[in-house]
Every structure is written in structure tokens, then in C-alpha cells.
């Protein structure tokens, strides 16, 4: 086997904090995917302007810049919140806005953008006779929403939520920049220090194909729950 | 809808990190690590070097529970004015823009910077023509940083890095022609007093002007903690009055580095 | 124009940070930023064009070499790219000797080719997909005139493959000129390098990475809009008449 010169358990701690880093942003992405989706579909003209504003700045600036503002700005205003909380109210709390915090934040914010646009189109796909079905059969619109919207909105939804997960894996690599040690700091760490080239870095090229083809695999396998019903249907129209 | 976006809400600030109570008699002291022989990781991972024994030693004078945080240099600054430690014990030196931003404790040592280059190679740093296209490698937001940017922003070509220890791989590396570092750091990195090494210094030593450079490394403190650094001005001045800043400082240089106290 | 040169030189005069020095290094950022990213994007824009004809090849020896560049490219972090050819190679024994250390020396070769790399596998699959997507009628128009398959390619098949993926490609150009963030890493001055030494000199994190992120929406907008009038250009014949 490849000898890692003793660099393989912090190079597995590091793989380790990547999915964490990737597990919580994704959860966070779909929370305000969403919250925008809702706002843009929603007739409020307020929440629209703002989800609107807030997917298209998102979309404009770099991932590294933001994350650059969040974990050194980010700090300075949150302070600014709570020494005003002391001063008024001597309420003292001090709120810490590490790399980790600082990575999954931004990253989640990134992707709720780009989740928003994905699951706008989606329930946008959804044919409203269906609704409307449900609605003549007296189902009540939370059920409706379980039942009916939901599933097929997440048909439709599914393809796109999968390229955004595997564009957010990778986005990943960026909290290293700041400091948080996921595979990719330890292994620029471990070719500086033993000066072999590509011995740390080709393991964790294979460790994100590796997730990657996971991810596929789970995704296909997803799609295939929620296009059940749908499959002779897709085989007629061709 | 709106117990969701309060759920929303409330999860996110859980997210956004630990909220915690300030700590009473506790004191932690940020430190970039590392900085050899300053400070560094023993193969344990235990921290070692001068500035850790330095430190240990005046919080054990003023009776102060300390712990150390690593800290990269970036941050360094924001994270003491962010409450996530309480002062600095990093080679910092002083300078007027730091001062804007932090209280300082008295300088604890001054050392010069040095040019250092390949022993093959042959610059003359006075000669700024002879300069042109030439690289330099320098950490990102030191005085160092400050004098190439101010004295050779327009001939030599400046690359900031992260980490001093960047500087020196891409040195070693043949990436850059000029290192400019700080005195101790350099001894530590090339050996260029060594007649086997690769690299030599080129120039004088440099300390001057003092508006770049500072009077010297110290300590440094959020502006209100005036009580907090009185503590560690009167433990700095303890161990040089009693011989056990020379001590220290022996154990890893065999040069001095030390200051009349109170200049 | 004299009015306006001289309320810009008061509101400079008024703050420390926008002084005129540090406003020249996000201007060289500029530069290094768009310099990168252009070349990046042609060079990756011509290699793709072969290599998306290969990856449709019928032959395995052809289709797969080039399937694995793009899956590869595509499947890891730009970052990883970026460092496995700026830190990796100087590791190499003896490369320092060698003719191909004038170019991997600088900073910026190396992010030009990890940059070049990773745009052409991904214009790759854009490109082959459009490729793909080419209507069957096209194709047998273009036998029944004869035609041979080089010049099917050249003047039937690429033409229309190359419209039908620009806006595909437009996100592409965004998606570079935002992953070009990154060669602030390896010590490149472009925007982002900028923007840390500003921050890095006045303790400024506001003011030094809204400013640049500001720029850079300037110009993603400026890509959207040359996509949108490119696209209406070149797609209006797929308008429907009265549309």
C-alpha cells in the first residue's frame, strides 16, 4: 500500500470534517432554498424583491470573497451586535464565528441561492391540475402540499439538487483557504513538509471522485423513488 | 410559516457557534504557529519555543490561568478585538497602524530584518535598478510586508504569502530570488551563518525607520483591558530585572535579542 | 469632467483606506484577474473543440482517455488542480534545471494551467452535449448533399452545436471568473489578492472585500449581458415568428 508517512489518520479527520463541512451546508442550502423558493412564488411583493436581491448578489460575487468577508467582517459585526446587547441590556454573550462556522455559513448561503432557482422551477413544474384534484377530493393544503406537491415538485427538483450537491462538495476545498483543516489543508500541509509532490494530493482527488460517484449512485437511486409512477408514462411519450 | 422561519431562525444562531460567558481569571493568549524558534509543534504536538516559555513564565508572575490559541496571522488582530482570546504573544511588532486597533505592552525584544538570497546568486540590494523583476517573498501583513511595499513596491516584484513557512519553501524551492525576514526566523529557516548553506544574507541588517519597523515585538491587548496589560508590563519587567528573560533567551539564541526595558 | 475629478479627489482626501496607492492595487488585481481568466478561457476554449469531437468518437481508444480527463477535472476541486501544479512540481527532482522552470516559476503559469485544464473539461462536456443534441435531419441533409464528415462537422454539425451551447457556456465564464478567486492563494495579485492585502494593512474587512465584491458583480453582470445579446443574436432564428 502507499506509505503516508504517518499523515493518514489527520488526512481521514480531514475527509471527516469535508462531509461535515458538506452535510451541514447542504441542510442549510435546502432550509433557505426553500424559504427563497416560496418568497419568489409567493405573491408578497417585499419577500420577492428581497429573495430576488439576495440570489442574484449571491450569484455575482466569488465563493472565496464572500467567505473572506464572513469569517473576518463577519466577526467585527457580530461583535458590534453584542457589545451593543451589553452596553444596553449587560446581556453578555459572546458568539464565536470560527472557520468551521464560518465555511459552513457561507457555503450554505451560496447554495440556498442556487437551491432556490433549482426548487422555483420545480414547483413551477408541477402540473396545477393536480392541485386542483386535490383540492376537488377535499384534502386540506398542508396535505395537499405532503401528498401531492411535495413529492412531485422533488421529481422534478431532483436532477438540479444533484448538481448543486456535487458543485457544493467541491466548494468545499475553499474553507483550507481560511484555515479550517479539511483533507485538502492537511494534505497542502503534508507537501510542504515531506516535499512528496502528488503522494497527498492524488488520495484526496480519489476521496472527492469517491463521494462524487456515491452521490451519483444515491442520487439515481432517489430519482428512481420519485419517478415511480411516472416511468411507463415516460416510455408512451417516446 | 412563521414557526418555521422562527425554527429557521433560532437554528441558525445554534449554528453560527457557541455562545459562551467570559471567562473571569483565565486569561488565553493567541500565538501563529509556527515561527520557529519562536514558537513550534514538537513531534508530539506538544507547543514549544521562546514566546511559549516567555509566556508561561510572566503568567505564572501575575498569578494568571493561561491557556495558548493558534492563530493564523490573517486574523490575528480581528480575533483579540473579538473577544477570542484575550491578548496577543506573537512577535508582534508596534506600529501606528496596530496601535489604532490594540493597546501594546512595553517591547519585549527587537530584532532586525535580513535579505536573504541563494549564495549562488549575486544582488545588490542598494543598487535599485539592478532590481527590477526580481522577486520577493514576505508574509502578508507584517512590517516586513510594509517596508518591501513601501521601499521596493516599484521595482521588485512582492509575493504575499499566508504563512512564513511558505516564504521559505518557495525559496528553497528556487521560486523567489529574495526572502526578506525577520533576524531570528532566517537563522532558524536557512542557517545563512553557516558556511554549508545554501543561502547567505545580502545588505545590513535592517531596523530602521521606526515608523515601519516599531520600537520592537510586545504584547498585545484590546484597548479596554488597560488592567490586563499593567499585569504583564510588571511581569515583563520582573523577568528582565531578574535575569530570567537572558535565561530563556539563551536557551534558544546565542545572539541578544533583548531591549533596555521601558524604551 | 473637472467637477467630477475634483469631488473624487475629496471623497479620496476624506478616508485612509480608498487612498489613491491602494485604489492602484485593485486596479493591477483587475488586471491580473481579467488577464488570467481571458486567456484561461480561450485556451481551454480551443483545446475543448477537439477533444468534445474525440469524446464522441466511436472508438473506445479515443472516447475514454478523454472521458477520464473530463470526470476527473470535473470531479475534484479547482483548488486541488491549482495546488497539485503550483506546489507539486517544485518538488519534482532536478525540475528546477530544466527549460519548463522559466515557465512553472512564476506564479502565474501555473494557475494558468490549472485554470486552463479545468475550463476545457468542463467546455468539453458543454460542447459535447450540444454535439449530441444535433437533430437527426440536419445530419442526413447534410449526407444527401454529399457531404464528407469532416466538412459535416465543420459546417454543419459545430456551427450548430456551438449556439445551442452558449448560454451553457456563459455560466461557464461566470463560474471561471469566480473560480479565478482562488489564485490569490499561490500569491497571484488579482482581486482577491488585492483585497486581502488591503484587508491585511488597515484591519478593514468591509471596506477592502465589499469593494471588491462589488467589482466583480460589475462584472458578471458585463458576461450576462454579452451572453444575452450574444444569444440574441445568434439563436434568433429558433425564436418562434411571432414569438
Known amino acids: 500500500m502507499i506509505d503516508l508517512q504517518g499523515y493518514g489518520p489527520r488526512l481521514l479527520e480531514g475527509a471527516l470534517v469535508t462531509v461535515e463541512v458538506a452535510v451541514l451546508s447542504l441542510l442549510l442550502a435546502l432550509v433557505l432554498g426553500l424559504l427563497t423558493a416560496s418568497a419568489k412564488l409567493s405573491r408578497h411583493r417585499l419577500l420577492h424583491r428581497i429573495a430576488t436581491l439576495y440570489t442574484t448578489l449571491i450569484r455575482g460575487v466569488p465563493d472565496l470573497v464572500l467567505m473572506l468577508l464572513l469569517f473576518f467582517g463577519g466577526q467585527m459585526g457580530v461583535n458590534a451586535i453584542t457589545d451593543w446587547l451589553y452596553y444596553q441590556f449587560d446581556v453578555d454573550i459572546f458568539i464565536n464565528i470560527n472557520e468551521f462556522v464560518a465555511g459552513v455559513v457561507t457555503i450554505g448561503f451560496i447554495f440556498g441561492a442556487y437551491m432556490g432557482e433549482t426548487f422555483r422551477g420545480a414547483f413551477l413544474a408541477v402540473d396545477s391540475g393536480q392541485l386542483e384534484a386535490g383540492r376537488a377530493y377535499g384534502m386540506s393544503s398542508r396535505l395537499i402540499f405532503r401528498r401531492i406537491q411535495f413529492p412531485q415538485m422533488m421529481r422534478h427538483a431532483l436532477p438540479g439538487l444533484g448538481n448543486n450537491w456535487m458543485v457544493l462538495l467541491k466548494t468545499t476545498a475553499l474553507v483550507s483557504v481560511i484555515g479550517l483543516s479539511d483533507m485538502v489543508r492537511i494534505a497542502a500541509e503534508a507537501t510542504k513538509a515531506t516535499h512528496e509532490p502528488f503522494l497527498f494530493m492524488i488520495p484526496v482527488a480519489v476521496i472527492y471522485l469517491l463521494i462524487a460517484s456515491v452521490s451519483e449512485w444515491g442520487v439515481a437511486r432517489l430519482q428512481k423513488r420519485y419517478n415511480v409512477g411516472f416511468g411507463e408514462a415516460d416510455e408512451w411519450n417516446n | 410559516m412563521k414557526k418555521l422561519l422562527t425554527l429557521t431562525l433560532l437554528g441558525m444562531f445554534l449554528a453560527t457557534g457557541t455562545a459562551e460567558a467570559r471567562g473571569t481569571d483565565e486569561v488565553r493568549l493567541a500565538i501563529d504557529v509556527p515561527y520557529e524558534p519562536f514558537v513550534y509543534r514538537t513531534p508530539e504536538g506538544e507547543l514549544a519555543g521562546f514566546e511559549i516559555d516567555l509566556g508561561n513564565e510572566l503568567c505564572a508572575r501575575a498569578d494568571l490561568e493561561c491557556t495558548w490559541v493558534e492563530q493564523s496571522w490573517d486574523g490575528i488582530i480581528p480575533g483579540l478585538l473579538s473577544r477570542k482570546y484575550d491578548a496577543i504573544l506573537s512577535s508582534m511588532a508596534i506600529t501606528p497602524e496596530r496601535e489604532n486597533q490594540v493597546l501594546f505592552s512595553i517591547p519585549y525584544y527587537n530584532t532586525p530584518s535580513v535579505w536573504i538570497t541563494r549564495r549562488d546568486r549575486d544582488i545588490d540590494i542598494s543598487d535599485k535598478a539592478s532590481l527590477e523583476g526580481l522577486s520577493v517573498g ?126 | ?173 461566470i463560474f471561471m471568473l469566480h473560480a479565478s478567486a482562488i489564485a490569490s492563494v499561490v500569491t497571484i495579485m488579482d482581486l482577491t489578492g488585492a483585497a486581502r492585502f488591503v484587508y491585511a494593512r488597515f484591519y478593514a474587512p468591509f471596506d477592502a472585500f465589499l469593494f471588491v465584491a462589488a467589482i466583480y458583480l460589475c462584472l458578471t453582470f458585463a458576461i450576462l449581458y454579452l451572453f444575452r445579446y450574444l444569444e440574441k443574436k445568434l439563436l434568433a432564428h429558433l425564436k418562434p415568428i411571432n414569438g
Do not use: C
Not at chain 2, 145 to 169: C, H, K
Not at chain 2, 185 to 211: C, R, W, Y
Not at chain 3, 57 to 85: A, D, E, H, N
Not at chain 3, 135 to 155: D, F, P, Q, T, V
Open chain 2, 138 to 263: 514576505v508574509q502578508r501583513g507584517t512590517i516586513r510586508d510594509s517596508y518591501v511595499t513601501q521601499m521596493y513596491g516599484d521595482t521588485l516584484d512582492i509575493r504575499r504569502y499566508s504563512s512564513s513557512q511558505d516564504v521559505a519553501n518557495d525559496l528553497v524551492a528556487g521560486r523567489l530570488d529574495l526572502s526578506f525576514e525577520d533576524y531570528p526566523l532566517a537563522v532558524d529557516t536557512f542557517h545563512f551563518n553557516e558556511a554549508d548553506s545554501e543561502f547567505k544574507q545580502i545588505g545590513d541588517s535592517i531596523k530602521k525607520p521606526v515608523s515601519i519597523f516599531g520600537k520592537g515585538a510586545a504584547m498585545a491587548f484590546r484597548k479596554r483591558d488597560e488592567a490586563l496589560a499593567e499585569k504583564f508590563n510588571a511581569a515583563l519587567r520582573d523577568v528582565y530585572a531578574d535575569g530570567t528573560f537572558d535565561e530563556l533567551m539563551h536557551q534558544y539564541f546565542d545572539y541578544d535579542l533583548s531591549l533596555p526595558v521601558g524604551e
Open chain 3, 1 to 173: 469632467m473637472e467637477q467630477l475629478n475634483a469631488w473624487f479627489t475629496e471623497l479620496l482626501a476624506d478616508n485612509a483606506i480608498f487612498t489613491a496607492n491602494t485604489l492602484g492595487y485593485y486596479l493591477d488585481g483587475l488586471g491580473n484577474t481579467v488577464r488570467l481568466v481571458f486567456l484561461s478561457l480561450v485556451i481551454g476554449l480551443l483545446l475543448a473543440v477537439p477533444l468534445a469531437i474525440a469524446r464522441g468518437s466511436r472508438r473506445k481508444w479515443i472516447k475514454w482517455p478523454v472521458f477520464f480527463y473530463t470526470y476527473v477535472f470535473r470531479g475534484t476541486p479547482l483548488l486541488i488542480q491549482l495546488y497539485m501544479i503550483y506546489y507539486g512540481v517544485v518538488f519534482i527532482e532536478g525540475i528546477q534545471d530544466t527549460i519548463l522552470w522559466v515557465v512553472l516559476k512564476d506564479a502565474f503559469f501555473p494557475a494558468l494551467i490549472a485554470f486552463t485544464l479545468n475550463t476545457a473539461a468542463y467546455t468539453t462536456e458543454i460542447f459535447h452535449g450540444a454535439i449530441k443534441a444535433t437533430s437527426r435531419g440536419e445530419i442526413e441533409a447534410a449526407r444527401a448533399y454529399g457531404m464528407s464528415r469532416g466538412l459535416m462537422m465543420r459546417r454543419i454539425i459545430l456551427p450548430s452545436a456551438f449556439r445551442r451551447a452558449l448560454p451553457a457556456y456563459g455560466n461557464e465564464v
